[in-house]
């Protein structure tokens, strides 16, 4: 129970740290790149407002390499003191000290899970919405048209107001069950009031051939909320799984589509094997000779390692959201590679110690 406590105890406290040391360091980047923008705008009172929202995406994106980095630096402690002699000389494998550590993998990937489902995207919607507010009206991009798919229509708009309750320039196709063209609808503007959408100069042309019917005021009666106009018009990379799943049931508005949003449901699944996946791929550096001329060699392996599987991840993930492969597949490939690799390493090598 010691040994448990102790282990978990030096393994937690050497992620905390490389974890926070990461994300500081990419705070203090960001900032240094935003932070001119930020007081010209609103003063240097403001800059502790943008870290604070910006500080939960931050965290969660560096938790993976804080586990690499914190079990190595763990493993390497053990291996050049006299804790892994005893233990070695207890019968303790690596697959036994990977067991011990299981327990903190759990942990640090249920708060993995939180900061990336809960904290961050709502962080990154705050953010978005106050660095709207505080950009001068000639800061803002310009109007580009937007496109998405909501229940069944396809919608198009020109532009989105930073509350979310006036758009210009909108064009609404209705297709039948089959994908015909039933009608399109162009507006020169539609604003929110009481609990809906009203569309102003509304032209209506339908595939017939009739002349278009025209009208100063038309209700919206599908339209999206506010709130999910603002999410198109101004996305964020992060999402709650139930907005994911809204967007897979075709209720929330996504210029994404479902396979970016089925690629990012089944990232923060697989996610929350990337702890023990880091762990295993560090899990060799317990069997370092100490003082060893090649320890530094090991150590740059495993770094090889996590930044590649963080690296074909990505670039999987990527694939997933524009279709070029299953978001399953896009997914899953990269933990199964890295980690069956990762897992006949450890075995190999308690087998030959």
Known sequence: ????????????????????????????????????????????????????????????????????????????????????VALRATGASLVRIIRVLLPACVLIALVQLVLQAA????????????????????????????????????????????????????????RSPDGDLLDRIDAAE???????????????????????????????????????????????????????????QNRWASPHGPLAAWTALDSLAIALLDPLLMVLLAAPLLLSPPRASGNGMQMLRVVALGLGYLGLSGLLAAMGESGALPPLLATTASPLLFGAFALATVLQRDAGA
């Not at 003063?43 to 995406?57: D, E, K, N, S, W």
């Not at 009203?198 to 909320?225: F, I, Q, T, Y």
Request: glycine share 8%; hydrophobic share 50%; aromatic share 6%.
């Open 119 to 174: 904290l961050a995207p709502g962080a990154e919607r705050a953010l978005s919405n106050w660095w709207t507010r505080i950009s001068p009206p000639d800061a803002s991009p310009a109007d580009e048209s937007l496109w998405f798919r909501f229940g069944d229509e396809v919608v198009s708009v020109g532009s989105v107001s930073a509350d979310g309750r006036t758009i210009r320039r909108l064009m609404i196709v209705h």
């Open 1 to 84: 129970m010691i040994v448990r406590r102790y282990l978990s105890g030096l393994f937690l406290l050497r992620v905390a740290g490389t974890t926070l040391a990461l994300t500081a360091i990419l705070q203090l980047l960001d900032l240094l790149d935003q932070a001119s923008a930020i007081v010209s705008h609103r003063g240097v009172a403001a800059i502790g407002h943008y870290v604070l929202l910006r500080f939960p995406a931050l965290l969660a994106g560096t938790v993976p390499l804080g586990v690499l980095a914190g079990a190595m630096l763990c493993f390497n402690r053990l291996a050049s003191g006299a804790e892994m």
């Open 190 to 248: 539609a604003r929110f009031r009481n609990g809906g959408y009203m569309l102003r100069d509304v032209s209506v042309s339908r595939p017939d051939g009739k002349d278009a019917e025209h009208s100063d005021a038309r209700p919206w009666p599908d339209a999206p909320s506010p709130a999910n106009m603002i999410d198109v018009a101004r996305p964020v990379i992060a999402q709650t799984p139930g907005r994911l799943i809204r967007i897979l």
